[in-house]
């Protein structure tokens, strides 16, 4: 399974990659990957009009689309889209962070997975 990440590069600036996420069959039930460690669950509604400047992610998280669309700006310049299905792993919890904006003009709804420490 295929997802994104956004992390600080050797320079200190946030930058992607793409990641796999390993999965092995399992069966009946499909095929799974390892468990993450996680300690909570938020679900998130933003405006129509959501521009949020230069941050840091306040933590390791998962951010999964589920309505609207989003554009984020990384510090090494790259500017990437996601819309509903698509998961981001956001790990630029230091330095300048990224920018993000909803690119839709509607309501955007999200479910972040908060990850422990440890990864």
């Known amino acids: ?27 009946a039930i499909g095929r799974l990957s390892e468990p993450w460690p996680a ?14 400047d230069w941050h840091p992610a306040p933590q390791r998280q998962f951010i999964i689309m589920l309505e609207g669309e989003l554009e984020i700006e990384a510090g090494s310049g790259e500017t990437r889209h ?3 299905g698509d998961i981001l792993l956001v790990e630029d919890t230091t330095g300048r962070g990224h920018r993000s904006r909803t690119t839709d003009n509607s309501v955007r709804k999200t479910i972040f997975i908060t990850l422990d420490d440890a990864g």
Request: aromatic share 14%; net charge negative.
């Open 1 to 27: 399974m295929k997802i994104t990440r956004l992390y600080n590069g050797a320079n200190g600036e946030s930058r992607f990659e793409e990641l796999e996420i390993p999965l092995e069959e399992c069966g």
């Open 39 to 52: 300690s909570g669950v938020i679900f998130r509604e933003t405006d129509p009009d959501y521009d949020y």
């Open 82 to 84: 996601f819309s509903p």
